[in-house]
C-alpha cells in the first residue's frame, strides 16, 4: 500500500450523502484507521437519491427503493445537525449546536438544496431534493390533487411521470421542449410524444412566477394566463450548500472550487454537488450521482496519498419516464441524428460523434452493460 501523504488522526467530512458516504469508504480503503466524524443535516442514513423522484414516487405500497446498504466505516455519525462555519486556523467545525468538531483533515459533502419559485413561501409549493420532500409529495399525490410542475429538466419530467402515475391531472410548465436543452431535441422527442400520450399538458414559456390570489397560489407562465392546481412542484434547480463556508476564505467568486484532485486545500477536499471542479475546458458543477462518486473517491485518497489520481471524469446520466428509461454516457445536448449501434432508433444503442473526437453513447429502452456503452463513448471512435 501507498505511504500516507501525512498522519491525520482525525477527519472529518461534512455532509452524509452519497458523496460523504463514498469519502469515508474511500479513506477505510486507502488504509486510514484513524476517527472520521460524519456531520450530516438531514437525521436518516444516506439514502439514494435519484431514486426519490423516480420509483419512490410510484412504487406503490413500497418504500425501499431509496435504502442504501448500510455503513461499514465505523465513523462516527453525528445526524440531524449542519454545519454553521469552520475556522481553517483553529482546525474546527463549527456546528449549528454550538459545538465545535475538530479536524486534521476535513470533506466538504454539504450537496445542495433545491431552488425554490416562490418567494416567502407558499404552502402547495413541493420540491423533491431530500427524502422528507419525496415522501411529503408522495403522501400530498395520494388524494389525487391536480398537480403544477414547474421546470422541464430531467427531475420535472420524472415528478410529472409520477403525479400521472398517481392519478393526477398533470400539467407541466417548460421553458421550450421538455428535456431539450439537457439533451437536445432528438432525445428529448420520444419522451415529449410519451407523455403527451399518456395525458400530460405540456405549457411553453420563457419564464414563470407563483402569484397568490385570494390567498390561492398559482403559476403564471407570462403570458398574461395562469394555470390554477392544489399543488404546485417545483424543479428549477439547485442551490450549493456553501453559506456555512462564507467567511472561510475557501470560497472563490461565491463558489467552492477544487483542483483535478478534488482539493481546496492540503487538508481540505471537497466532493459531490457542492464543489465546482475542471472539467472539458471549464470549472463548474456537474450535480450528477456517479459524479459525486467519483469525485469523492479521487478527493479522499488526495487527502492521504501525494501520487493519488487526478479526476477520470466521463459524465453518466440515467432518466425514467412515462415508460422510457435512458442512459446517457458523453457530452450532451446531443445535435442531429444519431448513428444506430444496436437494435432500432425506438429502441437500441445509439451513438453521437462529437468534435473533440469523442462520442455521446445513449441506450433508449434497451438493456446494456455500462461498461460496454463508455466504451462506445471513447475518443477516435
Known amino acids: 500500500m501507498n505511504t500516507l501523504r501525512r498522519t491525520p488522526r482525525d477527519i472529518v467530512v461534512v455532509g452524509n450523502g452519497i458523496a460523504g458516504l463514498t469519502a469515508c469508504d474511500t479513506l477505510r480503503a486507502e488504509g486510514f484507521d484513524g476517527r472520521i466524524t460524519v456531520i450530516g443535516e438531514e437525521p436518516v442514513a444516506p439514502y439514494s437519491r435519484p431514486a426519490l423522484s423516480k420509483a419512490l414516487l410510484r412504487d406503490g405500497d413500497d418504500l425501499t427503493s431509496h435504502l442504501l446498504p448500510e455503513a461499514t466505516h465505523g465513523a462516527i455519525e453525528r445526524r440531524g445537525i449542519g454545519a454553521a462555519g469552520v475556522d481553517i486556523d483553529r482546525q474546527r467545525v463549527r456546528l449549528a449546536d454550538g459545538d465545535d468538531v475538530p479536524y486534521d483533515a476535513l470533506v466538504i459533502a454539504t450537496g445542495t438544496r433545491a431552488r425554490r419559485l416562490g418567494r416567502g413561501g407558499h404552502s402547495n409549493e413541493y420540491t423533491v431534493r431530500t427524502l422528507a420532500d419525496a415522501l411529503a409529495l408522495r403522501a400530498r399525490l395520494v388524494s389525487k390533487p391536480s398537480v403544477v410542475v414547474v421546470g422541464g429538466g430531467p427531475l420535472g419530467m420524472e415528478i410529472a411521470s409520477g403525479a400521472l402515475a398517481a392519478g393526477c391531472a398533470t400539467t407541466l410548465v417548460s421553458k421550450g421542449i421538455p428535456l431539450a436543452f439537457h439533451l437536445g431535441e432528438w432525445l428529448a422527442a420520444p419522451f415529449r410524444n410519451a407523455a403527451l400520450a399518456q395525458g400530460l399538458t405540456i405549457v411553453t414559456t420563457g419564464s414563470a412566477q407563483i402569484v397568490t390570489r385570494d390567498d390561492v397560489s398559482l403559476v403564471a407562465p407570462g403570458d398574461g394566463a395562469v394555470i390554477e392546481a392544489d399543488v404546485i412542484v417545483t424543479a428549477i434547480g439547485d442551490v450549493p450548500n456553501v453559506d456555512w463556508l462564507a467567511t472561510s476564505g475557501l470560497l472563490t467568486s461565491g463558489a467552492l472550487v477544487v483542483d483535478r484532485r478534488g482539493l481546496v486545500r492540503p487538508n481540505i477536499a471537497a466532493a459531490g454537488d457542492v464543489a465546482a471542479f475542471p472539467h472539458a475546458g471549464r470549472v463548474a458543477r456537474v450535480p450528477l450521482w456517479t459524479s459525486a462518486i467519483d469525485q469523492a473517491k479521487v478527493a479522499a485518497a488526495a487527502l492521504l496519498r501525494p501520487d493519488a489520481p487526478e479526476l477520470a471524469f466521463q459524465q453518466y446520466f440515467w432518466t425514467e419516464a412515462f415508460g422510457l428509461s435512458l442512459k446517457v454516457i458523453g457530452p450532451t445536448p446531443v445535435v442531429g441524428e444519431p ?35 463508455r466504451r462506445l463513448s471513447a475518443h477516435d471512435l
Open 339 to 373: 448513428e444506430i449501434v444496436e437494435g432500432t432508433a425506438t429502441q437500441g444503442v445509439l451513438r453521437w460523434r462529437q468534435p473533440d473526437g469523442s462520442g455521446t453513447a445513449v441506450a433508449l429502452d434497451y438493456r446494456i452493460p455500462i461498461p460496454k456503452l
